[in-house]
């Protein structure tokens, strides 16, 4: 059965982490313009013309926190490194978006530290992205953009050749004389551009393991963005894809519910990630905001339903909230609605939140939290499934503890500088 292309997943995933991203709404959209036009203009093939457009539009996918957000949003960012390394190590594990990685980690560099380093190491696309960056923050929303045209070309004008790349300067020079790159910078939609450009250059048919591959990537930048949850999409993923085969699911299907497990939670990333490390319980107001991730997810992944192979992923993903006596959410479904697949997400989901540490609680082990399942879960969990998964609970339990390890190791590179 026919999959997905990477075109058909990448682009409403681009889509989405610009349009809800809680932290930096439309500066990932308005930044992939600018680099659009400029690159354009320095004639880029079609493989580097994708390619910028792609790492603009993810390029600060590594800034996690309020505080690294309003830090890269200054006119001059003092310490840019721990995003520019964060969204690299994100992206580097895939093969087809190395060159996108590189690029995104040397998205603040400038031109006159480039001249020192290796041959080959700066890619131009870095320049381009670095220029087209820091118009989108010279930029006042407060004002009309077409006024602001020579306030902005001559800010970045003075930094030019030390700062900004010469050519890269003349070319944005020459392209924002017209109105039209600044309306577009306002009014281009996301899924316009990416339109525009030649996904033929580095699109294919995608295999299962490439979607797991890339749907991992995704879950990342969602779990790092608290210590708290660095491990939480790689665990349900795991650990799901475990208990699937304890109910005899194929393989085919234990790797769909792994896929359903890295991206069940993504609409977390419309939600202030303040709330997902606050030191005590939510009041109800912070919860109703937190439930909304459940709606994010379905909004987000509903993009991938014209696949029908992807559509019981995201049924799976979309539901994971919801309990057998209806009172879960977004949909109140009751257990005629939910099918062993949402229930195995939701069990696997359950298990990892109650292993992983809290701002306001130690982590608890593996007995501690079969207890509390048992004793006052049996609306997420049913006896059935819990007679089950009792009878693994120590091989569910190393599976966590390895799971936790592993991306706690991932977690602690990236944060690396
Ligand atoms: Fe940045
Ligand atoms: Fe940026
Ligand atoms: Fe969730």
């Known amino acids: 059965?026919?999959?997905?292309?990477?075109?058909?997943?990448?682009?409403?995933?681009?889509?989405?982490?610009?349009?809800?991203?809680?932290?930096?709404?439309?500066?990932?959209?308005?930044?992939?313009?600018?680099s659009y036009y400029i690159g354009k203009k320095l004639n880029l093939n079609n493989t580097e013309l994708v390619e910028l457009v792609i790492a603009a539009a993810l390029h600060d996918i590594g800034a996690l926190s309020v505080q690294e957000r309003d830090m890269i949003v200054q006119e001059d960012v003092?310490?840019?490194?721990?995003?520019?390394?964060?969204?690299?190590?994100?992206?580097?594990?895939?093969?087809?978006?190395?060159?996108?990685?590189?690029?995104?980690?040397?998205?603040?560099?400038?031109?006159?530290?480039?001249?020192?380093?290796?041959?080959?190491?700066?890619?131009?696309?870095?320049?381009?992205?670095?220029?087209?960056?820091?118009?989108?923050?010279?930029?006042?929303?407060?004002?009309?953009?077409?006024?602001?045209?020579?306030?902005?070309?001559?800010?970045?004008?003075?930094?030019?050749?030390?700062?900004?790349?010469?050519?890269v300067f003349?070319?944005?020079?020459?392209?924002?004389?017209?109105?039209?790159?600044?309306?577009?910078?306002?009014?281009?939609?996301?899924?316009?551009?990416?339109?525009?450009?030649d996904f033929g250059a580095i699109d294919f048919e995608l295999t299962i393991d490439d979607i797991i591959e890339f749907t991992l990537t995704m879950s990342r930048i969602i779990?790092?963005?608290?210590?708290?949850?660095?491990?939480?999409?790689?665990?349900?993923?795991?650990?799901?894809?475990?208990?699937?085969?304890?109910?005899?699911?194929?393989?085919?299907?234990?790797k769909k519910l792994l896929i359903a497990g890295y991206l069940h939670d993504i609409g977390k990333i419309g939600i202030d990630p303040r709330l997902i490390e606050k030191n005590g319980p939510l009041n109800d107001e912070e919860f109703n905001l937190i439930k909304l991730h459940a709606y994010y997810t379905g909004q987000i992944l509903n993009e991938l339903n014209t696949s029908d192979w992807f559509s019981e992923i995201v049924t799976w993903a979309e539901r994971h909230h919801e309990k057998s006596d209806g009172t879960g959410y977004p949909f109140s479904l009751d257990d005629?609605?939910?099918?062993?697949?949402?229930?195995?997400?939701?069990?696997?989901?359950?298990?990892?939140?109650?292993?992983?540490?809290?701002?306001?609680r130690e982590s608890l082990s593996v007995d501690v939290a079969f207890d509390i399942i048992r004793d006052n879960m049996?609306?997420?969990?049913?006896?059935?499934?819990?007679?089950?998964?009792?009878?693994?609970?120590?091989e569910i339990n190393d599976l966590v503890l390895q799971c936790q390890a592993h991306t706690f190791e991932e977690y602690r590179l990236g944060s690396l500088q």
């Open 1 to 34: 059965m026919k999959k997905l292309s990477l075109r058909e997943l990448a682009v409403p995933m681009i889509k989405s982490i610009d349009s809800f991203n809680y932290l930096l709404k439309s500066h990932h959209r308005r930044t992939a313009v600018v």
């Open 78 to 167: 003092i310490n840019p490194a721990p995003h520019c390394m964060m969204g690299y190590r994100m992206l580097a594990s895939l093969d087809v978006f190395k060159n996108i990685s590189q690029i995104i980690k040397h998205h603040h560099i400038k031109y006159q530290d480039s001249l020192n380093a290796e041959e080959g190491e700066i890619l131009l696309q870095s320049h381009i992205i670095h220029l087209a960056d820091r118009v989108d923050i010279l930029v006042s929303p407060n004002e009309f953009i077409t006024n602001q045209k020579s306030m902005v070309t001559e800010k970045i004008r003075e930094k030019a050749e030390t700062t900004f790349h010469p050519e």
């Open 170 to 197: 003349k070319a944005f020079e020459e392209v924002s004389k017209a109105d039209i790159f600044w309306i577009e910078m306002n009014n281009l939609e996301m899924e316009q551009l990416l339109r525009k450009i």
């Open 223 to 254: 779990d790092f963005r608290s210590k708290f949850t660095a491990s939480h999409s790689y665990t349900v993923a795991h650990l799901s894809s475990l208990i699937g085969g304890y109910f005899g699911f194929s393989e085919e299907k234990c």
């Open 336 to 360: 005629t609605s939910l099918d062993e697949g949402v229930k195995i997400l939701s069990c696997s989901d359950i298990i990892s939140a109650l292993m992983e540490e809290r701002p306001y």
């Open 378 to 394: 049996s609306a997420s969990i049913s006896p059935d499934m819990f007679e089950v998964i009792e009878q693994h609970k120590y």
